[in-house]
């Protein structure tokens, strides 16, 4: 997605967003103080509820304010419903639906892994351990040869450079390895972007990042549009990481899933956003069935908070209606999103929640799927 990042588009959205303050609560503290006085404070304040700061809003919320979706600050939802603790892991895992962060790794504020600083866009603002704490469970993440290893990177001309750079691949991948050891029955899926051309550069990192102990065989991914092996099967044997790569010679070099063997997956950027939903070039049809997993993409082309707020806000719902006739009545397995946290309530959140719910009860919401539901419902 990032490669087609030019530098023209950046840094109109350096200046853009450098000027903004939408992000920054207390600048919008005189109309939200007066609504939360009138209703509430202390972890009270229940969804869309005003709100002046993160600590007003129940568990599982915080406090956002988003100028283009609405006016003051208001509870809106962090984390996702876990599916697996609501219900059970017995299904295949392509019964279940994943929170996915488009570009997890271009991260607004995080320091220029290189010294230099950055003109280049970001898509997200919590730290790959944040998105994963908060039910986040696939990551896109862009990868290249640069400076001798393998960074995370957006590209300008192809190539990643000292101002397109976040950081060497390596860290996240500590990350996301601190998080599987501490979490032992999650899942993680990672979708590369992969431009690394030395060879058996990513199988280095995965070993020496402590990663390779969690390895998902591609002998052991579905052929031919079967379904895959339990969650509960993958939890018990350690095989845990499901990774693909974008570069289909990886698939037979480095044993590394070439992701539209096994997957179909939507146009990215804004011709994904209205209209049809239709296949990016790279991918079968999405009503071809020999591929058992839908991937659905929803952002812009290019990335600003604000904008993604009012994406992840409306117009989800209903594309990943459309995705599901697309693709021949398949729901989405993995939805991706930029700043995954932004919306005006639910966001990206509620859509996971309803695809969970269709594909495991035909219900609107996976909450809905468990009988004591009224409990689990804020
Ligand atoms: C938020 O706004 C307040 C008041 O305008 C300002 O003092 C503070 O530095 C801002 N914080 C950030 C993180 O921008
Ligand atoms: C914010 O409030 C103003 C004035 O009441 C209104 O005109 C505007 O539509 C509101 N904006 C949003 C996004 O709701
Ligand atoms: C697990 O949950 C699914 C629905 O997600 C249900 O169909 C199945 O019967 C449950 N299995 C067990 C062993 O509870």
Redesign the pocket.
């Known amino acids: 997605m990032a490669a087609s990042t030019k530098l023209l588009i950046p840094l109109l959205v350096f200046f853009i967003s450098s000027s903004s303050?939408t992000?920054?609560v207390?600048?919008n503290s005189t109309p939200t103080i007066l609504q939360s006085a009138a209703g509430c404070s202390n972890g009270q304040c229940q969804l869309r509820d005003g709100c002046s700061n993160n600590r007003d809003c129940a568990a599982g919320l915080y406090c956002l304010s988003c100028s283009l979706a609405f006016n003051g600050s208001r509870c809106v939802r962090s984390t996702i419903a876990d599916q697996f603790k609501l219900l059970n892991n017995s299904l295949p895992f392509n019964k279940y639906a994943f929170l996915t962060t488009h570009n997890s790794f271009a991260i607004r504020g995080e320091p220029p892994g290189t010294g230099i600083p950055r003109v280049t866009t970001t898509s997200q603002e919590d730290s790959v351990t944040q998105q994963l704490n908060h039910g986040v469970r696939a990551l896109m993440l862009d990868l290249y040869d640069f400076k001798g290893g393998i960074w995370l990177c957006h590209s300008f001309r192809g190539k990643c450079r000292d101002y397109t750079a976040f950081e060497p691949a390596m860290e996240t991948l500590k990350e996301i390895e601190a998080f599987m050891s501490s979490n032992p029955s999650e899942i993680v899926t990672l979708i590369l972007e992969d431009n690394v051309k030395t060879p058996n550069g990513l199988s280095r990192i995965f070993e020496s990042s402590g990663l390779k102990k969690y390895w998902f065989p591609l002998s052991k991914m579905p052929q031919g549009g079967k379904d895959w092996p339990s969650v509960k099967d993958m939890v018990a044997s350690n095989q845990k990481l499901i990774v693909f790569t974008s570069d289909r010679s990886k698939q037979q070099a480095e044993g590394i899933a070439y992701q539209w063997n096994f997957m179909v997956e939507t146009q990215y950027g804004s011709g994904g956003l209205t209209g049809n939903c239709r296949n990016r070039r790279e991918s079968a049809p999405l009503g071809d069935k020999t591929r058992s997993l839908v991937l659905v993409n929803y952002f812009g082309t290019v990335p600003v908070a604000d904008v993604s707020c009012r994406y992840n806000s409306r117009g989800l719902m209903e594309m990943l209606g459309k995705c599901y006739l697309s693709a021949g009545n398949r729901w989405a397995n993995f939805v991706a999103v930029d700043y995954y946290k932004r919306s005006n309530g639910g966001g990206v959140f509620e859509a996971v929640d309803k695809l969970n719910g269709e594909m495991l009860c035909g219900c609107h919401d996976v909450r809905a799927c468990v009988v004591s539901f009224f409990f689990y419902y804020y």
């Open positions: 303050t992000n920054n207390s600048a």
